[in-house]
Protein backbone atom coordinates (compact mmCIF):
# COMPACT_ATOMS: atom_id res chain seq x y z
CA UNK A 1 0.00 0.00 0.00
CA UNK A 2 1.14 3.37 -0.66
CA UNK A 3 1.93 6.32 1.47
CA UNK A 4 -0.71 8.75 1.74
CA UNK A 5 0.65 11.84 -0.12
CA UNK A 6 0.20 15.02 2.55
CA UNK A 7 0.99 16.93 -0.81
CA UNK A 8 -2.38 16.09 -2.40
CA UNK A 9 -4.61 18.91 -3.18
CA UNK A 10 -7.47 20.04 -5.53
CA UNK A 11 -8.47 23.28 -6.75
CA UNK A 12 -11.07 24.94 -9.04
CA UNK A 13 -10.40 27.51 -11.17
CA UNK A 14 -11.71 29.61 -14.51
CA UNK A 15 -9.81 29.92 -17.35
CA UNK A 16 -10.30 33.69 -18.35
CA UNK A 17 -8.14 33.64 -21.60
CA UNK A 18 -10.91 30.98 -22.44
CA UNK A 19 -14.05 33.47 -22.58
CA UNK A 20 -16.43 32.72 -24.91
CA UNK A 21 -19.06 34.89 -27.14
CA UNK A 22 -21.90 34.94 -23.73
CA UNK A 23 -18.79 36.50 -21.35
CA UNK A 24 -18.18 33.14 -19.23
CA UNK A 25 -15.39 31.47 -18.79
CA UNK A 26 -14.55 27.64 -18.90
CA UNK A 27 -14.17 25.88 -15.26
CA UNK A 28 -10.94 23.96 -14.63
CA UNK A 29 -9.81 21.62 -11.93
CA UNK A 30 -6.17 21.19 -10.55
CA UNK A 31 -4.74 17.67 -8.83
CA UNK A 32 -1.47 17.98 -7.58
CA UNK A 33 0.99 15.91 -5.93
CA UNK A 34 4.31 16.72 -4.48
CA UNK A 35 4.46 19.64 -7.17
CA UNK A 36 2.88 17.76 -9.88
CA UNK A 37 -0.14 18.73 -11.93
CA UNK A 38 -2.60 17.46 -13.43
CA UNK A 39 -5.93 19.69 -15.02
CA UNK A 40 -9.18 18.54 -16.06
CA UNK A 41 -11.70 20.36 -17.78
CA UNK A 42 -15.20 19.89 -16.17
CA UNK A 43 -17.03 21.34 -19.47
CA UNK A 44 -19.24 23.62 -17.39
CA UNK A 45 -19.16 27.61 -18.19
CA UNK A 46 -19.31 30.44 -15.21
CA UNK A 47 -19.23 34.31 -15.49
CA UNK A 48 -15.84 35.52 -14.49
CA UNK A 49 -17.62 38.39 -12.04
CA UNK A 50 -19.66 35.72 -10.34
CA UNK A 51 -16.45 33.86 -9.62
CA UNK A 52 -15.32 33.53 -6.07
CA UNK A 53 -11.73 32.47 -6.46
CA UNK A 54 -11.28 31.87 -2.51
CA UNK A 55 -13.86 30.23 -1.81
CA UNK A 56 -13.60 27.77 -5.20
CA UNK A 57 -17.77 28.37 -6.25
CA UNK A 58 -19.83 30.69 -7.84
CA UNK A 59 -21.45 33.94 -5.78
CA UNK A 60 -25.25 34.54 -5.81
CA UNK A 61 -28.87 32.51 -6.06
CA UNK A 62 -30.25 30.47 -8.87
CA UNK A 63 -30.86 27.10 -9.77
CA UNK A 64 -28.08 27.61 -12.46
CA UNK A 65 -25.33 28.71 -9.64
CA UNK A 66 -26.54 25.70 -7.11
CA UNK A 67 -26.14 23.30 -10.14
CA UNK A 68 -22.87 24.29 -10.75
CA UNK A 69 -21.41 24.18 -6.86
CA UNK A 70 -23.12 20.96 -6.50
CA UNK A 71 -20.87 19.29 -9.12
CA UNK A 72 -17.75 21.28 -7.92
CA UNK A 73 -18.56 19.19 -4.78
CA UNK A 74 -18.85 16.28 -6.04
CA UNK A 75 -15.77 16.45 -8.57
CA UNK A 76 -13.94 17.28 -5.11
CA UNK A 77 -15.51 14.72 -3.04
CA UNK A 78 -14.83 11.84 -6.25
CA UNK A 79 -11.22 12.89 -6.83
CA UNK A 80 -10.78 12.29 -3.01
CA UNK A 81 -12.50 9.05 -2.78
CA UNK A 82 -10.58 7.71 -6.34
CA UNK A 83 -7.31 8.55 -4.41
CA UNK A 84 -8.66 6.99 -0.97
CA UNK A 85 -9.18 3.88 -3.76
CA UNK A 86 -6.03 4.44 -5.37
CA UNK A 87 -4.05 4.01 -2.30
CA UNK A 88 -5.69 1.06 -0.63
CA UNK A 89 -5.47 -0.87 -4.43
CA UNK A 90 -1.57 -0.15 -4.56
CA UNK A 91 -1.75 1.63 -6.99
CA UNK A 92 1.12 3.99 -8.27
CA UNK A 93 -0.34 7.63 -7.19
CA UNK A 94 0.13 10.64 -9.48
CA UNK A 95 -2.17 13.20 -10.07
CA UNK A 96 -1.64 12.07 -13.74
CA UNK A 97 -3.20 8.54 -12.78
CA UNK A 98 -5.45 10.31 -10.59
CA UNK A 99 -6.96 12.10 -13.56
CA UNK A 100 -6.98 9.13 -15.77
CA UNK A 101 -8.57 6.56 -13.22
CA UNK A 102 -11.39 9.25 -12.45
CA UNK A 103 -11.93 9.93 -15.94
CA UNK A 104 -11.62 6.32 -16.87
CA UNK A 105 -9.20 7.02 -18.99
CA UNK A 106 -7.26 3.24 -19.61
CA UNK A 107 -3.30 4.15 -20.84
CA UNK A 108 -1.63 1.55 -22.58
CA UNK A 109 0.79 -0.31 -20.59
CA UNK A 110 4.35 -1.11 -20.63
CA UNK A 111 4.85 -4.26 -18.40
CA UNK A 112 8.26 -5.28 -16.78
CA UNK A 113 8.93 -8.31 -18.73
CA UNK A 114 8.66 -6.35 -21.71
CA UNK A 115 10.77 -4.05 -20.33
CA UNK A 116 13.51 -6.62 -19.30
CA UNK A 117 12.92 -8.45 -23.07
CA UNK A 118 14.07 -5.69 -24.65
CA UNK A 119 16.72 -4.36 -22.68
CA UNK A 120 18.02 -8.08 -23.12
CA UNK A 121 17.68 -7.41 -27.00
CA UNK A 122 19.80 -4.48 -26.82
CA UNK A 123 22.65 -6.00 -24.68
CA UNK A 124 22.76 -8.99 -26.97
CA UNK A 125 23.08 -6.48 -29.79
CA UNK A 126 26.37 -5.04 -28.09
CA UNK A 127 28.10 -8.15 -28.21
CA UNK A 128 31.62 -7.61 -28.87
CA UNK A 129 30.87 -3.10 -28.15
CA UNK A 130 29.78 -2.65 -24.62
CA UNK A 131 29.23 -6.68 -23.26
CA UNK A 132 30.60 -9.58 -23.59
CA UNK A 133 29.02 -13.48 -24.53
CA UNK A 134 29.19 -14.12 -20.47
CA UNK A 135 27.25 -11.30 -19.71
CA UNK A 136 24.47 -11.58 -22.10
CA UNK A 137 24.38 -15.19 -20.74
CA UNK A 138 23.82 -13.83 -17.63
CA UNK A 139 21.24 -11.67 -18.03
CA UNK A 140 19.18 -13.76 -19.83
CA UNK A 141 19.06 -16.16 -17.06
CA UNK A 142 17.87 -12.87 -14.71
CA UNK A 143 15.38 -12.03 -17.26
CA UNK A 144 14.34 -15.98 -17.34
CA UNK A 145 14.04 -15.87 -13.19
CA UNK A 146 11.92 -12.78 -13.71
CA UNK A 147 9.33 -14.21 -15.55
CA UNK A 148 8.91 -17.43 -13.65
CA UNK A 149 8.67 -14.89 -10.40
CA UNK A 150 6.15 -12.73 -12.22
CA UNK A 151 4.43 -15.68 -13.10
CA UNK A 152 4.40 -17.68 -9.61
CA UNK A 153 3.41 -14.22 -7.36
CA UNK A 154 0.97 -12.47 -10.02
CA UNK A 155 -0.47 -15.44 -11.54
CA UNK A 156 0.32 -13.10 -15.40
CA UNK A 157 2.78 -13.33 -17.69
CA UNK A 158 4.04 -9.61 -16.93
CA UNK A 159 3.05 -6.35 -14.67
CA UNK A 160 2.62 -2.99 -15.44
CA UNK A 161 6.59 -1.54 -15.17
CA UNK A 162 4.78 0.94 -12.46
CA UNK A 163 3.32 -1.48 -9.89
CA UNK A 164 7.12 -2.79 -9.49
CA UNK A 165 7.88 -1.32 -6.04
CA UNK A 166 10.80 -2.21 -3.89
CA UNK A 167 9.39 -5.06 -1.76
CA UNK A 168 9.13 -6.74 -5.32
CA UNK A 169 12.55 -6.91 -5.18
CA UNK A 170 12.68 -8.57 -1.46
CA UNK A 171 9.72 -10.45 -2.86
CA UNK A 172 12.51 -12.05 -5.84
CA UNK A 173 15.10 -12.41 -3.49
CA UNK A 174 13.11 -14.55 -1.32
CA UNK A 175 11.76 -16.61 -4.33
CA UNK A 176 15.55 -17.12 -5.54
CA UNK A 177 17.45 -17.75 -2.35
CA UNK A 178 14.76 -20.09 -0.62
CA UNK A 179 15.92 -23.36 0.83
CA UNK A 180 17.79 -25.93 -1.06
CA UNK A 181 15.23 -28.15 -0.31
CA UNK A 182 12.20 -25.98 -2.56
CA UNK A 183 14.52 -25.63 -5.09
CA UNK A 184 17.14 -22.61 -4.35
CA UNK A 185 18.24 -21.21 -8.00
CA UNK A 186 20.87 -19.16 -6.38
CA UNK A 187 22.82 -17.99 -3.31
CA UNK A 188 23.13 -15.01 -1.72
CA UNK A 189 25.81 -13.57 -3.93
CA UNK A 190 24.03 -15.15 -6.68
CA UNK A 191 21.08 -13.09 -6.06
CA UNK A 192 22.93 -10.15 -5.54
CA UNK A 193 24.25 -10.41 -9.40
CA UNK A 194 20.17 -10.12 -10.33
CA UNK A 195 19.87 -7.80 -8.50
CA UNK A 196 22.66 -5.51 -10.00
CA UNK A 197 20.88 -6.64 -13.67
CA UNK A 198 17.87 -5.37 -12.46
CA UNK A 199 18.39 -2.56 -11.42
CA UNK A 200 19.98 -1.49 -15.08
CA UNK A 201 16.81 -3.28 -16.78
CA UNK A 202 14.60 -0.22 -14.33
CA UNK A 203 17.34 2.28 -15.02
CA UNK A 204 17.24 1.11 -19.15
CA UNK A 205 13.56 1.86 -18.49
CA UNK A 206 14.09 5.28 -16.58
CA UNK A 207 16.30 6.04 -20.00
CA UNK A 208 13.61 4.98 -22.49
CA UNK A 209 11.03 7.30 -20.01
CA UNK A 210 8.80 4.66 -19.12
CA UNK A 211 8.91 5.07 -15.61
CA UNK A 212 10.49 8.48 -13.22
CA UNK A 213 12.49 7.05 -11.01
CA UNK A 214 14.38 3.88 -9.88
CA UNK A 215 12.15 1.91 -7.05
CA UNK A 216 15.18 0.14 -6.01
CA UNK A 217 17.71 3.11 -6.05
CA UNK A 218 17.50 3.33 -2.41
CA UNK A 219 18.19 -0.65 -2.03
CA UNK A 220 21.87 -1.77 -0.74
CA UNK A 221 22.51 -5.51 -1.58
CA UNK A 222 26.30 -6.18 -0.42
CA UNK A 223 27.78 -9.98 -1.31
CA UNK A 224 28.67 -12.14 1.45
CA UNK A 225 32.51 -11.90 2.06
CA UNK A 226 34.03 -14.93 1.18
CA UNK A 227 38.31 -16.09 1.59
CA UNK A 228 40.06 -15.36 -1.79
CA UNK A 229 41.05 -18.45 -3.27
CA UNK A 230 44.60 -19.10 -5.15
CA UNK A 231 47.23 -21.11 -5.23
CA UNK A 232 50.67 -20.47 -3.39
CA UNK A 233 53.84 -21.44 -5.11
CA UNK A 234 54.14 -24.74 -3.25
CA UNK A 235 50.95 -25.80 -4.94
CA UNK A 236 51.87 -24.29 -8.15
CA UNK A 237 55.07 -26.22 -8.07
CA UNK A 238 53.27 -29.54 -7.33
CA UNK A 239 51.10 -28.84 -10.14
CA UNK A 240 54.00 -27.69 -12.67
CA UNK A 241 56.23 -31.18 -11.40
CA UNK A 242 52.79 -33.47 -11.77
CA UNK A 243 53.76 -35.62 -14.62
CA UNK A 244 50.17 -35.89 -16.96
CA UNK A 245 49.86 -36.64 -20.37
CA UNK A 246 50.46 -34.73 -23.25
CA UNK A 247 46.49 -33.79 -24.26
CA UNK A 248 43.48 -33.63 -22.05
CA UNK A 249 44.38 -33.49 -18.16
CA UNK A 250 48.03 -31.89 -19.34
CA UNK A 251 46.67 -29.78 -21.73
CA UNK A 252 44.60 -28.48 -19.03
CA UNK A 253 47.82 -28.44 -16.53
CA UNK A 254 49.87 -25.87 -18.66
CA UNK A 255 46.58 -23.71 -19.66
CA UNK A 256 46.06 -22.96 -16.32
CA UNK A 257 49.75 -22.47 -15.24
CA UNK A 258 50.08 -19.97 -18.28
CA UNK A 259 47.42 -17.89 -16.75
CA UNK A 260 48.37 -17.62 -13.15
CA UNK A 261 51.35 -16.64 -14.92
CA UNK A 262 49.95 -13.99 -16.85
CA UNK A 263 47.05 -12.99 -15.12
CA UNK A 264 44.99 -13.69 -18.86
CA UNK A 265 41.27 -14.85 -18.01
CA UNK A 266 39.76 -18.39 -19.42
CA UNK A 267 38.21 -16.38 -22.63
CA UNK A 268 41.13 -14.42 -23.13
CA UNK A 269 43.48 -17.40 -23.39
CA UNK A 270 41.40 -19.69 -25.53
CA UNK A 271 41.52 -16.37 -28.22
CA UNK A 272 45.02 -15.92 -27.84
CA UNK A 273 47.04 -16.23 -30.76
CA UNK A 274 50.23 -15.42 -32.67
CA UNK A 275 49.42 -11.90 -33.93
CA UNK A 276 49.44 -11.03 -29.71
CA UNK A 277 52.69 -12.31 -29.31
CA UNK A 278 55.33 -9.38 -29.83
CA UNK A 279 58.92 -8.11 -28.80
CA UNK A 280 59.64 -5.69 -25.87
CA UNK A 281 62.08 -2.89 -25.98
CA UNK A 282 64.08 -5.05 -23.62
CA UNK A 283 63.91 -8.58 -25.83
CA UNK A 284 61.13 -9.62 -23.48
CA UNK A 285 58.09 -11.23 -25.03
CA UNK A 286 54.89 -9.11 -24.59
CA UNK A 287 51.06 -9.73 -24.49
CA UNK A 288 49.02 -7.55 -26.02
CA UNK A 289 45.34 -8.21 -25.70
CA UNK A 290 41.88 -6.52 -25.73
CA UNK A 291 39.94 -8.18 -23.10
CA UNK A 292 37.53 -10.24 -23.95
CA UNK A 293 35.31 -8.57 -21.11
CA UNK A 294 36.21 -4.96 -20.59
CA UNK A 295 37.73 -4.13 -23.87
CA UNK A 296 40.23 -2.47 -22.25
CA UNK A 297 44.04 -3.09 -23.87
CA UNK A 298 45.96 -5.22 -22.03
CA UNK A 299 50.20 -5.08 -21.52
CA UNK A 300 51.44 -8.16 -19.99
CA UNK A 301 55.21 -9.51 -20.12
CA UNK A 302 55.86 -12.89 -20.42
CA UNK A 303 57.91 -14.58 -17.42
CA UNK A 304 60.42 -17.14 -17.77
CA UNK A 305 57.83 -19.35 -16.50
CA UNK A 306 54.96 -18.69 -18.99
CA UNK A 307 57.70 -18.74 -21.94
CA UNK A 308 58.31 -22.24 -21.24
CA UNK A 309 54.68 -23.21 -21.53
CA UNK A 310 54.17 -20.96 -24.82
CA UNK A 311 57.12 -22.65 -26.52
CA UNK A 312 55.37 -25.95 -26.38
CA UNK A 313 52.23 -24.97 -27.57
CA UNK A 314 52.73 -21.37 -30.39
CA UNK A 315 54.23 -23.09 -33.23
CA UNK A 316 51.71 -26.17 -32.77
CA UNK A 317 49.63 -26.94 -36.39
CA UNK A 318 46.69 -24.66 -36.71
CA UNK A 319 44.27 -27.68 -37.14
CA UNK A 320 45.34 -28.64 -33.84
CA UNK A 321 44.38 -25.35 -32.42
CA UNK A 322 41.93 -23.73 -34.97
CA UNK A 323 45.43 -20.92 -35.29
CA UNK A 324 44.98 -20.00 -31.42
CA UNK A 325 48.16 -20.64 -29.20
CA UNK A 326 46.35 -23.17 -26.95
CA UNK A 327 43.53 -25.80 -28.03
CA UNK A 328 39.84 -25.29 -27.71
CA UNK A 329 38.18 -26.43 -24.50
CA UNK A 330 34.77 -25.58 -22.99
CA UNK A 331 34.75 -23.96 -19.21
CA UNK A 332 32.93 -26.81 -18.36
CA UNK A 333 35.15 -29.41 -19.22
CA UNK A 334 38.51 -27.18 -18.14
CA UNK A 335 37.02 -26.97 -14.91
CA UNK A 336 36.63 -30.68 -14.39
CA UNK A 337 40.31 -31.07 -15.13
CA UNK A 338 41.48 -28.97 -13.00
CA UNK A 339 39.32 -30.63 -10.16
CA UNK A 340 40.83 -33.72 -11.36
CA UNK A 341 44.41 -32.25 -11.27
CA UNK A 342 44.14 -31.13 -7.55
CA UNK A 343 42.85 -34.00 -6.34
CA UNK A 344 46.32 -35.78 -8.26
CA UNK A 345 47.88 -33.01 -6.28
CA UNK A 346 46.66 -33.30 -3.01
CA UNK A 347 45.47 -30.11 -2.90
CA UNK A 348 42.47 -29.12 -0.73
CA UNK A 349 40.84 -26.18 -2.85
CA UNK A 350 38.29 -25.53 -4.42
CA UNK A 351 39.62 -24.19 -8.33
CA UNK A 352 38.06 -22.83 -10.93
CA UNK A 353 39.74 -21.03 -14.22
CA UNK A 354 39.08 -17.72 -12.77
CA UNK A 355 41.05 -18.61 -9.63
CA UNK A 356 44.37 -18.29 -11.64
CA UNK A 357 43.89 -14.29 -12.03
CA UNK A 358 43.86 -14.73 -8.17
CA UNK A 359 47.09 -16.69 -8.27
CA UNK A 360 48.53 -14.27 -10.80
CA UNK A 361 47.08 -11.05 -8.63
CA UNK A 362 48.35 -12.39 -5.09
CA UNK A 363 51.06 -15.09 -5.07
CA UNK A 364 53.17 -14.11 -8.35
CA UNK A 365 52.79 -10.18 -7.87
CA UNK A 366 51.83 -9.29 -4.30
CA UNK A 367 54.17 -11.74 -2.91
CA UNK A 368 56.85 -10.31 -5.03
CA UNK A 369 56.28 -6.71 -4.74
CA UNK A 370 54.99 -5.95 -7.99
CA UNK A 371 52.88 -2.85 -6.88
CA UNK A 372 49.44 -2.55 -7.17
CA UNK A 373 49.15 -0.54 -10.25
CA UNK A 374 51.34 -2.50 -12.40
CA UNK A 375 49.25 -5.39 -11.53
CA UNK A 376 46.02 -3.64 -12.63
CA UNK A 377 47.61 -2.52 -15.53
CA UNK A 378 48.66 -6.22 -16.36
CA UNK A 379 45.11 -7.61 -15.84
CA UNK A 380 43.96 -4.97 -17.94
CA UNK A 381 41.60 -3.07 -14.97
CA UNK A 382 40.74 0.73 -14.93
CA UNK A 383 39.92 0.73 -10.95
CA UNK A 384 42.38 0.06 -8.06
CA UNK A 385 39.17 -1.57 -6.71
CA UNK A 386 38.82 -4.31 -8.96
CA UNK A 387 42.58 -5.21 -8.57
CA UNK A 388 42.07 -5.02 -4.64
CA UNK A 389 39.85 -7.64 -5.05
CA UNK A 390 42.57 -10.28 -6.36
CA UNK A 391 45.85 -8.31 -5.12
CA UNK A 392 45.57 -10.10 -1.19
CA UNK A 393 48.36 -9.59 1.76
CA UNK A 394 48.99 -12.82 2.93
CA UNK A 395 49.82 -13.20 6.42
CA UNK A 396 53.47 -14.55 5.06
CA UNK A 397 54.11 -10.95 3.09
CA UNK A 398 53.09 -8.95 6.06
CA UNK A 399 55.68 -10.85 8.01
CA UNK A 400 58.38 -9.82 5.66
CA UNK A 401 57.16 -6.80 5.78
CA UNK A 402 56.93 -6.09 9.33
CA UNK A 403 61.01 -7.19 9.60
CA UNK A 404 61.71 -5.02 6.78
CA UNK A 405 60.32 -2.28 8.75
CA UNK A 406 62.06 -2.96 11.94
CA UNK A 407 65.20 -3.61 10.08
CA UNK A 408 64.84 0.31 8.72
CA UNK A 409 64.04 1.22 12.05
CA UNK A 410 66.80 -0.02 14.13
CA UNK A 411 69.44 1.00 11.39
CA UNK A 412 67.52 4.48 11.85
CA UNK A 413 68.49 3.97 15.70
CA UNK A 414 71.98 3.56 15.55
CA UNK A 415 72.21 6.27 12.92
CA UNK A 416 70.97 8.49 15.56
CA UNK A 417 73.23 7.14 18.68
CA UNK A 418 76.26 7.75 16.49
CA UNK A 419 75.35 10.87 15.82
Known amino acids: MNTIQETFSIIFWIRK ?42 SGKGTDVKEINDYITKVRHDLNRTHTKMLNDGKIISAKNIRNEFLGVTEKQTGLIEIAQSCLTYVKNEIGKSYAKGTVKNY ?85 EKEKVYLTIEEI ?11 GLGVTRDMFLFCCYT ?48 SQYINLPSEYNSGHIFPSITNQCYNRNLTSILGKCKINKSISSHKARHTFATTICAENGVPIDTTAKMMGHTNLKTTKIYYQTTDERMGRDIDALEAK ?6 KKKLG
Open 140 to 224: FTTVKHLEEFVKAKYKSSDIDIRQVKPNFILDFKQYVTRKKEEGQMCNQNGYIKHFQRIKRIINYAIMNEWIDKNPFQQIKEKPI
Open 263 to 310: GLSFCDLIDLSRSNISLGMDGRKIIHITRNKSHINSTIPILDQAEEIL
Open 237 to 247: EKMRSLILPKD
Open 409 to 414: LNINGK
Open 17 to 58: SKTNVEGKCPLHCRITINGERAEISLKKFVSSDKWNSKGEEV
